[in-house]
């Protein structure tokens, strides 16, 4: 079986071997730096190679008053601007709270929120919801937290929830994020300087 030995500056090989099978067996090389093949025809961008294509934050820049109905986060939206923050690639665009993906990939999404109460609530939570006809919405991912007032100020939490969203299509499938709570006596905080309430969006890759 032929084979084509790499060696390497100092150290180290690559070696590229014919395939123990009958036949013949083309390989393409991709025409792109920092990319490598995963299969006959097609490449792929290396994780961590200095080939993230898109990665993107944004956050609430004002408090938003807890509701005891599922209500969507559809205000007060705007992107990470403060104390050197940026984004990779395009970027996401946001409209009343749903979210639209600058390309097809696997995205993680992840959300941070702030939660400050004037009193004791039992459940506090947060949703990823996530449509694939750009009609109906699902909870892809929550989070939960009982907040118990310990003195007369306010009792302030943290929730993180994530999930990993297969986009096929922009047009249809997209995101936004909710909340639900036992009462009315606290906030999802927001603030125009800082990341109190966040959410982040990274292509992972095709």
Known sequence: MASIVVNGDTSGAVT?????????VTVTLPSAN????TT?????SIPGNGNLTEADQWRLNANITNTT??????????RSDTYGAGYVGTGMTESSGIF???SIGTYLIQ?????SVNGSQRFNAIQIQTTTNNSTYNTASSASQFVSQVNSNYTVG???AFFI???TNTTNCKVRFAQQCEGTAGVIGGSTDENNTAVNFIRLGA
């Open 40 to 44: 006959a025809s097609s490449a792929s």
């Open 165 to 167: 969203f297969n986009v």
């Open 100 to 102: 639209t993906f600058p």
């Open 34 to 37: 920092g990319t490598m093949l």
């Open 158 to 160: 943290n929730l993180y």
């Open 69 to 78: 109905s599922v209500t969507v986060f559809s205000t007060n939206w705007e």
């Open 111 to 115: 959300i941070m929120a702030y939660i």
């Open 16 to 24: 590229l071997s014919a395939p123990a099978v009958a036949g013949t």
